[in-house]
């Protein structure tokens, strides 16, 4: 199952955006998914992940601003970002932890001050 994420954009500090990891198939083949970002010059971190129960997890850094859900339906995994700051700015992409995938392209936010 390959995946593909999207809705990235322009924002302003305090905006929300809403990003999407659509799914080649169904995602209930895949046991853990994550989010991820890279910021300019720093390594990539897990942001959020869910498994296919629904149990997720946050960085410190987004709980309580950021929200991940999964639509079985649609193979789709969201990610709700709100309250965006400045330092969320970073290209978000979404993987399959279990089974392992491979990285995307990402989809690219940028929160300006």
């Known amino acids: 199952v390959q995946l593909q994420a999207s809705g990235g954009g322009l924002v302003q500090a305090g905006g929300s955006l809403r990003l999407s990891c659509a799914a080649s198939?169904?995602?209930?083949?895949?046991?853990?998914l994550g989010w991820y970002r890279q910021a300019p010059g720093k390594q990539r971190e897990l942001v959020a992940g869910?498994?296919?129960?629904?149990?997720?997890n946050y960085a410190d850094s987004v709980k309580g601003r950021f929200t991940i859900s999964r639509d079985n339906a649609k193979n789709t995994v969201y990610l709700q970002m709100n309250s965006l700051k400045p330092e969320d700015t970073a290209v978000y992409y979404c993987?399959?932890?279990?089974?392992?995938?491979?990285w995307g392209q990402g989809t690219l936010v940028t929160v300006s001050s």
């Open positions: 993987r399959r932890v279990v089974p392992p995938g491979s």
């Open positions: 198939g169904s995602i209930l083949s895949i046991v853990h």
């Open positions: 869910i498994d296919r129960g629904g149990a997720t």
